[in-house]
């Protein structure tokens, strides 16, 4: 402190501060960094936020699709019981993943395989090739259709899991078609699989509409109606018993890939459904049929309830109001399903359907709902929930996969479908569940043990006192 009088000390000049930029409200809402960073090259660099661009790259996602093994059957037998139209051939897989059908082709003796996929997948499918020895055989290529440069002018087999959920959504049949104009041969060229026909039937599955769509009527003492007109306009994919269905079957939708265009990929019919039984039908389902017609004995695989299991599972659409129905009874109208918008986009599709029962002088119109399928994401999603639940039909998904079905189960041409043993398995469930003591809790795909301790008799190494 300076006395009274006395000369204070010149402030140093200094140059006025810059101000500071004014974060961004994304900068704000992400605190990361890295925000505008371009997506990894690599899978083994890539961040949450890349697998959630790029979800064929996630582990659980390839595991998904390798443990079908309906389908992955139905591939390995058309591709190892057909090797003459393989040997010495040039391939194309489409959509390769880790390349499991690429490795299928050079096992039956295809002189080159062009393995094309747009994901980071491909780190693991490269190394995956290397390990089985056939480097020289399979060429792995990254990029899209439209983008990449085959070392070749045309190919003579196409391989491509091109099927979707519902057979459309989210399917690669554009992609097929588009790989098959350029380079597939003109005269004998080969797609696998190349023929698919959709089938839709009613159904009657109050349990899970209950769940799905009006449990949103009273939320915890809350109106949430609003919410129910969503979750109605979502169908669910899940799995679907023999029993459920009521009515005949009926093809909606056929679809040959040596002849089809994009303007093949929606369709617009008429139907008609003849009811079997009698009760209160809540929706209808829609499964389909694959076949590879250029084999010695034609082969395929349904998504039928009645038969096994697939990852695409069935896809249920429900109603608004439940119609009551009687055994005998016909019911018809149209129904529709397409792209959204001009493009054909079959990752953004739409469902339409009418309804009418009586006679067609006095028609009398029983429901007409529109639906929007949702993402591939939510169906994960779907999965996880029944896994918790611990129900019969993962136990019947279990036995399953210890069976492993051999080309034997597969279905050979359009045959009647083989029903599958789920009748005696619920037995045995219901009569086991009595007696076991649950030693683990499941929470969402992860099992954490527990300790258990029943009633009545003492713990292990307990002490008095």
């Known amino acids: ?24 409200k994304k900068q704000q809402m992400c605190r990361s960094p890295k925000i505008n960073q371009q997506p990894a090259k690599s899978v083994y660099t890539m961040t949450s936020r890349d697998f959630q ?15 079908d093994f309906c389908c992955i059957n139905f591939f390995q037998a058309a591709i190892m019981h057909n090797k003459h139209l393989f040997r010495g051939r040039k391939v194309l897989d489409i959509g390769c993943g880790v390349g499991i059908l690429s490795l299928f082709a050079a096992k039956a003796g295809a002189a080159h395989v062009y393995a094309v996929d747009s994901s980071n997948v491909l780190d693991y499918t490269e190394q995956i090739v290397s390990d089985n020895g056939y480097a020289e055989v399979i060429h792995v290529i990254k990029g899209s259709l439209e983008n990449i440069v085959l070392p070749v002018n045309e190919v003579d ?11 459309l959504f989210q399917a690669a049949c554009d992609m097929v078609i588009y790989a098959r104009d ?12 190349d023929v698919a026909k959709l089938f839709m039937a009613a159904i009657e599955d109050t349990k899970h509409k209950n769940e799905r769509v009006e449990w949103w009527n009273d939320v915890y003492g809350v109106n949430m109606k609003c919410v129910r007109n969503y979750a109605l306009s979502e169908p669910c994919f899940q799995l679907v018993e023999p029993k459920q269905l009521m009515s005949t079957q009926f093809g909606v939708k056929y679809l040959n890939m040596y002849t089809a265009t994009k303007k093949d990929l929606k369709f617009r019919c008429k139907y008609m459904l003849e009811m079997q039984r009698g009760g209160h039908m809540d929706g209808i ?56 918008g001009n493009d054909c986009d079959l990752n953004n599709m739409e469902l339409s359907l009418e309804m009418f029962s009586g006679d067609p002088a006095h028609l009398h119109l029983e429901a007409e709902m529109r639906w929007k399928l949702k993402p591939h994401a939510a169906i994960i999603n779907d999965r996880i929930i029944e896994k918790s639940k611990g129900t019969v039909k993962n136990k019947i998904a279990k036995d399953e996969k210890q069976r492993k079905p051999n080309a034997s189960n597969i279905l050979l041409g359009p045959k009647e479908n083989v029903c599958s043993p789920k009748e005696p398995i619920t037995k045995t469930v219901k009569e086991k569940s009595a007696t076991i003591v649950p030693t683990s809790v499941e929470i969402g795909n992860f099992s954490y043990p527990c300790n258990v301790v029943r009633r009545n008799k003492k713990a292990k190494n307990s002490k008095k006192g």
């Open 157 to 167: 087999i196409i391989i491509c899991n091109w099927l979707g959920y519902s057979m």
């Open 285 to 340: 389902v829609t499964f389909f049929n694959v076949f590879f017609s250029k084999s010695h004995t034609s082969m395929g695989f349904s998504t039928d309830p009645s038969v096994w299991r697939t990852h695409w599972m069935q896809t249920v659409f429900f109603f608004d109001k439940s119609v009551y129905v009687k055994a005998g009874e016909l019911y018809y109208g149209g129904i529709e399903m397409c792209s959204v």
């Open 53 to 67: 661009r790029d979800t064929n790259a996630h582990v659980e996602v390839i595991a998904e699709h390798l443990k």
């Open 1 to 24: 402190m300076t006395r009274r009088g006395a000369a204070r000390k010149p402030l140093p000049v200094t140059s006025p501060t810059k101000p500071q930029a004014k974060t961004t």
């Open 182 to 193: 350029k380079w597939l041969k003109k005269d004998n060229g080969i797609i696998l699989p």
